[in-house]
């Protein structure tokens, strides 16, 4: 009997999670649109932009790697605290087919004045793209049903198997959630 | 003791989906939105209630410090301009706990308002009671109210337009298309957009 009802507790608990396994919507309608892809050539480096058509095959590879992807801008203080945990992983687990893609959403006047000074004087090595795209009310949902749009946000996918997370992470909580990916 | 054990799982159940419905949540399209009294930057207390002859509420959760913000200010302010005199005037709340943000404590948003020229109040979020009920998330965000004889009903939920960037490329005037439909009467007809933000600080 005890047995019976410590059954239905897990079966609740697990039914009250469910909300945070976010599907996976690939929006292959929107391939038929051309993919605007800028380069903006620096003399130290070389910055894409994308816009939601271009980010969207960066963000749903079918591949075996572990992906981590981070919306973040260098005015946002929680996501620059967080940048530091999201390097960590690009290093230590890059041997392990885990990949970090910075997507940065500053503004476009502040590229050369303070996103690629910003990579620099942080020497950040995992890949950057800058994303710019108005058309918030189309992209946020495409990203994520349930991503009200605020950042940071960050994705961490393995072929179909998804998580989005709309929250600051410290270290130990990315490393956490990153290793449900790993096993 | 069979009882016993059905109405601790009965507990159970209800503590859970009470969790899971109600948690970070706030309010939907239809729901009575909450009144509060908060301090403006005139040091005066502001309640919705204080506006005996507005038809509703144009509620606007922004700060000085997101860059989304500051490329929305503006445009806020042309909608107060514009509506306040049709019954539905702005109310700017600035969420974020100036601890974390000092950049938005109440001598800066005076500050701002002042140089900005805002004619709407900008009223801080004390203790951060308000916008969880609300359930903005992001600066900025907008909430939509009529105001009935049931209370203050919410009827628009998200963005101000849809270009943050360029107010003079906007194709979509999301609050505006709200406002005017309420006035008319109509059904808004978009109720609910997402726009990006500056997470709230807590």
Known sequence: ??????????????????????????????????????????????????????????????????????????????????????????????????????????????????????????????????????????????????????LPATIIYKGDKRQFYEKSFTKEELENELKQFLK | MKTLRILAVMVLVVTLSAFTTTDGDGYKIGDIATDFSLENIDGKMVSLSDYKDAKGFIVIFTCNTCPYAVAYEDRIEALNKKYASQGYPVIAIMPNNTDVKPGDNMEAMKARAKAKGFTFPYLMDKGQKIYPQYGATKTPHVYILEKTKKGNVVKYIGAIDDNYKDSSAVNTKYVEDAVDALKKNKEVPVKETRAIGCSIKV
């Open chain 1, 1 to 150: 009997m005890v047995m019976k009802y410590s059954v239905i507790i897990i079966l609740l608990i697990f039914m009250s999670c469910k909300n945070e396994t976010a599907k996976q919507e690939v929006a292959d309608a929107n391939n038929e649109k051309e993919q605007s892809v800028t380069q903006i050539t620096n003399s130290d480096f070389d910055l894409k932009v994308y816009d939601y058509d271009g980010l969207e095959p960066l963000i749903n590879k079918k591949d075996e790697k572990v992906h981590v992807v981070n919306f973040w801008a260098t005015w946002c203080a929680p996501c620059v605290k967080e940048l530091p945990y999201f390097e960590t992983i690009n290093k230590d687990y890059k041997d392990k087919d885990v990949e970090v893609l910075l997507v940065s959403l500053d503004f476009p006047r502040n590229y050369d004045t303070k996103l690629k000074p910003f990579i620099k004087k942080h020497d950040l090595k995992s890949e950057i793209v800058a994303f710019d795209d108005t058309d918030q009310n189309r992209w946020i949902p495409a990203i994520n049903e349930n991503w009200t749009g605020a």
